[in-house]
């Protein structure tokens, strides 16, 4: 074919290649970042086989088949995972951000003897290493009753020092002038939060809200511990029911296509909303 | 309570009167197990408590899911701490001893006499091999639910390509490295095939060279008291040589750690002649491989011997009389012939009930699986599982090592010498309060 070369002016090339190489940089980086989850959804289509080399292949080389699926929806209860994992996360996420957004306040904004000590002490908590509390809050959950629940799941998080100091510092960035114009109308403290703070503030939650979601989500060793009945099982734990075996070869198929279940809420909800999580990390420096 | 029978109403659509009337009378126990081999193994225990309630109605016990064998025993733990014990656990059967020495279990032979019977003769309906870890301290401590022991499977294509015979697979490690230097295939510079694999990953590695130190002659460890390992010996030394050789001298096996997974994953896809694995993983092997293959005792240098795997059945303390009675009568009734020989149908796992093996569908699987009789009759060369006080820690240190040799970092006896003084440091409260523990001057 005789097709026209494609045109290119001297200065429009030396853009051009600088443009094309920190693309090509970028491609090449999704790639590795992405071939994880390329291989899970390959390999959940991909016909049971023990035996081929292909398995660890990238390339679609097969008729896909939802065999794999169809047998991990039936290995567990998934709308009832669903529901469990939905509910923990919402009921965690809600709990913080009332807690971080009053907390965050009052280290941003009220002044009270020992302020500094209080909140450094807070932010010592994002030293400790989550298992070595695995049996004190074990303790307090059974002593309150929540031994094999969902608020049991939920409790431990209610409260969050890395929540707390994001506000703290979303709520320094706002300048003090539209509190004290609200406070001439005649505004109460809660007033200023609600009505001033929070609706400037949105960006940093809805950052916080991510890394909260997420983590909850995905989390497996503390839902473990506290929940014993089917009935509360979360995702995680489900999934690692009917995958995990410590003595034998996997399933590889079945694996990843109860990973893809476990994983598309979470990366459908961000494909749908990429837009607004990039504005809030951005806007609110988190990484 | 009342929305418990109702839920046991709605979900089994019994009669009113009766159901209700049954359920408030129920001790409710709970049991935890983990999931250490592949397949829908945690349906199929769930299924089987379905049955036991079935036959109980007195009793309404609930399997929970806790993970990994780790996992299990860091829940059970924290359960126990936090006074929520489970009735029973299922618990990896070298870690009894811990809960043991911690004071956490329950002596099983109160229980055993109550019903007219003795230790001994409870002890006598599992394989001989079963009790040093059961049975310690003078007490039963756990009753074999299901077990293990490493075996040598083979791809039998890949022998008959080479002229070797698949029917006399390596007995010694003198065969088995002229076998694997046999089927090793390269290309260029590139291994295509490998003439053997060992699973490396934690816990497995520990076991495997229990094994191999074990068919070198060593111990491993001291299986009366937890305060002592043999890593810096001549046994020890001896097999942790020959895996440096086999994979830098012979180079038959990968210089890199290869877990479980990715050893019977290699088996699976022809990618390994040989591999050393649970029988645990039998029936999942037998299931799954395409190439025609056949199993064999782990060979030996100096004698044939292996350690036992897998998991007994241990009923934490701090139980209610009621509980502990329904506790007694499910892990009896797990380990009961009949249970214990559909589990291991089920598994892969042998049953460690032998009188299993005298029902007619266990002789019958029997005779239509000869590999599942090869991990029967490598029993009775089979030891106790390797115990001390702080296990994990104890295995790691040892694991550590190996793991360094394999991939060519250490030397043997230096990597022996590390972990020998790694484990005697993690064993060291144990000893100074137990062995080491002497009179001062009067």
Redesign the interface.
């Known amino acids: 074919m005789a097709a026209p070369r494609p045109l290119m002016r001297a200065g429009g090339a030396r853009f051009d290649s600088g443009r094309l190489l920190a693309i090509a940089l970028l491609a090449g980086v999704a790639l590795v970042w992405s071939t994880p989850l390329l291989w899970m959804l390959v390999a959940s289509l991909r016909p049971q086989n023990?035996?081929?080399?292909d398995?660890a292949s990238l390339w679609p080389d097969f008729t896909p088949t939802l065999a794999n699926f169809a047998e991990a929806l039936e290995?567990a209860d998934f709308a009832r995972l669903y529901l469990n994992t939905i509910l923990v996360c919402a009921g965690i996420l809600a709990v913080q951000l009332a807690t971080i957004t009053l907390a965050g306040y009052a280290f941003a904004r009220l002044s009270f003897r020992g302020r500094e000590v209080v909140f450094y002490g807070f932010l010592l908590q994002l030293m400790l290493v989550p298992p070595i509390l695995?049996?004190p809050n074990?303790?307090t959950?059974?002593r309150l009753g929540l031994?094999d629940s969902l608020l049991g799941v939920m409790a431990p998080y209610f409260a969050s020092a890395f929540g707390v100091f994001l506000m703290r510092q979303t709520f320094r960035t706002i300048p003090r002038d539209f509190e004290e114009a609200a406070v001439v109308d005649g505004a109460s403290w809660w007033q200023l939060i609600w009505r001033v703070l929070v609706p400037l503030a949105r960006p940093g939650m809805v950052a916080f809200a991510i890394v909260s979601v997420v983590s909850h989500w995905n989390e497996f060793?503390w839902p473990?511990?506290v929940v014993?009945?089917?009935d509360n099982?979360t995702l995680t734990?489900g999934l690692?029911?009917?995958t995990?075996?410590?003595?034998?070869?996997?399933?590889?198929g079945v694996i990843a296509a109860g990973t893809c279940l476990v994983a598309a809420p979470l990366l459908l909800a961000f494909g749908l909303f990429q837009r607004q999580f990039v504005n809030s990390f951005l806007f609110s420096g988190v990484k | 309570m009342l929305t418990k029978s109702l839920k046991l109403l709605g979900a089994t659509g019994l009669a009113l009167g009766v159901g209700l009337g049954v359920a408030q009378a129920q001790t409710e126990i709970e049991m935890f197990f983990p999931v250490p081999v592949e397949g829908k193994l945690a349906k199929e225990m769930q299924s089987l408590m379905e049955r036991f309630n079935e036959a109980h109605p007195e009793i309404e016990a609930t399997a929970v899911y806790t993970g990994s064998y780790d996992e299990t025993n860091l829940k059970t733990r924290a359960a126990i701490k936090a006074g929520r014990p489970p009735a029973a656990v299922i618990m990896s059967a070298n870690f009894i001893l811990e809960y043991q020495l911690n004071d956490e279990i329950e002596p099983l032979d109160p229980l055993i006499e109550a019903e007219g019977s003795s230790a001994d003769a409870f002890m006598d309906r599992f394989w001989p091999a079963l009790h040093g870890n059961a049975r310690f301290a003078d007490r039963v401590w756990a009753v074999p639910f299901h077990n293990s022991t490493p075996l040598l499977y083979i791809n039998a294509d890949h022998f008959r390509e080479v002229g070797l015979d698949p029917d006399n697979p390596p007995a010694t490690w003198q065969d088995w490295a002229a076998a694997a230097s046999k089927l090793v295939k390269r290309e260029g510079g590139e291994t295509t095939r490998w003439g053997l694999m060992l699973p490396e990953n934690y816990d497995y590695l520990g076991w495997i060279m229990t094994a191999l130190t074990m068919s070198n002659g060593g111990l491993y460890y001291n299986p009366e008291y937890g305060g002592e390992v043999y890593y810096d010996t001549p046994s020890m030394l001896g097999a942790l040589t020959f895996v440096h050789d086999l994979a830098h001298e012979f180079e038959v096996m990968p210089a890199a750690i290869t877990d479980g997974k990715a050893v019977s994953t290699a088996f699976f896809a022809g990618q390994t002649s040989m591999v050393v694995l649970s029988t645990g993983s039998l029936s999942f092997i037998r299931e799954n491989m395409k190439d025609d293959y056949r199993v064999a005792f782990v060979p030996r240098n100096v004698r044939n011997a292996v350690a036992i795997g897998g998991a007994s059945l241990m009923m934490p303390k701090g139980l209610s009389e009621e509980k502990k009675q329904a506790a007694w009568t499910l892990m009896n009734w797990l380990t009961s012939p009949e249970i214990s020989g559909h589990w291991s149908r089920f598994t892969g796992y042998f049953a460690p009930n032998r009188q299993a093996y005298e029902l007619p569908e266990m002789k019958q699987f029997i005779a239509d699986n000869p590999d599942a009789k090869v991990a029967l009759d490598q029993l009775q060369y089979a030891r106790s599982w390797f115990a001390t006080y702080n296990t994990v820690a104890v295995r790691k240190a040892l694991e550590d090592q190996v793991q360094a040799v394999i991939t060519g970092d250490k030397q043997p006896k230096e990597a022996l010498e590390a972990a020998q003084e790694n484990a005697d440091a993690q064993m060291r409260p144990y000893v100074e309060a137990t062995a080491l523990k002497l009179p001062a001057s009067m």
């Open positions: 023990f035996g081929g080399l398995m290995s695995i049996v074990l303790t959950i059974t031994y060793l473990l511990m014993s009945s089917l099982q734990v690692a029911s009917f995990m075996g410590a003595e034998s070869a996997s399933q590889w």
